[in-house]
């Protein structure tokens, strides 16, 4: 059985969970923080989530597992067949990724966990947000899903990383980044409404007071 290892809190780890519970696949979660202890090395190079087990061993990187699951598991594709399609769906997935992620995590440290982040910084990530939501907005379809008319793993970085950094932008800056696109903003309320994002959603939930000690241990 595939073995999935990260934290409920992660949106990472949710990506893949969700990927997993989508295709119908059995799966065991295996709780796991990101760290630099020789035994969270040993599991990831990097020492971060999510990590996927499999009989010949670990898998890291977000983008690798999903498109692992697609090549190797059965279930509906989460991947377009023909190459030019596929690739839409990768460079959306890149682009959600580098433009929109990045910059907000940048700024979680004051958005999620009430540390200070220099004005300097907040000042590039708003910057920069604004630009790759203008990006996302020329090149996603919402027609009815991010990459076009079916669910992809482009869908799964727009819920986890989109809707994080919509938490920024609001928070911080006072914008509703998804304000210029209608449809990219009705498309997350209706992925966050499937049943298994529902569970993703409890799971998180029920996760975050240990993690939010965890981080007030750590300050």
């Known amino acids: 059985m595939l073995k999935l290892y990260g934290f409920s809190v992660s949106n990472y780890y949710n990506m893949v969970k969700l990927a997993l519970l989508e295709k119908g696949l059995p799966f065991e979660e295996v709780p796991f923080y990101a760290g630099q202890t020789p035994e969270a090395l040993a599991v990831s190079p990097r020492g971060k989530v999510?990590?996927?087990?499999?009989?010949?061993g670990f898998i890291n990187e977000t983008s690798v597992i999903l498109e692992y699951i697609e090549h190797t598991q059965e279930g509906p594709s989460l991947l377009p067949a023909d190459p030019f399609q596929r690739a839409q769906v990768l460079a959306l997935c890149r682009e959600i990724e580098l433009y929109i992620e990045l910059p907000a995590r940048a700024c979680f440290a004051e958005a999620f966990f009430g540390m200070r982040v220099p004005e300097a910084i907040k000042e590039k990530s708003r910057t920069e947000l604004l630009l790759g939501v203008g990006s996302l907005?020329?090149?996603g379809k919402f027609a009815p899903y991010?990459?076009?008319e079916s669910f992809t793993i482009a869908d799964l970085y727009f819920m986890y990383s989109v809707n994080l950094a919509c938490a920024v932008g609001e928070k911080l800056f006072g914008l509703d980044l998804l304000a210029e696109l209608p449809a990219a903003k009705a498309l997350l309320e209706r992925l966050h409404a499937m049943p298994n994002a529902q569970k993703v959603v409890a799971d998180r939930e029920a996760a975050m007071p240990a993690f939010m000690a965890m981080?007030?241990?750590k300050k």
């Open 146 to 148: 991010v990459a076009g």
């Open 50 to 56: 999510p990590v996927l087990a499999v009989k010949q």
């Open 215 to 217: 981080v007030a241990a």
């Open 137 to 139: 907005g020329r090149h």
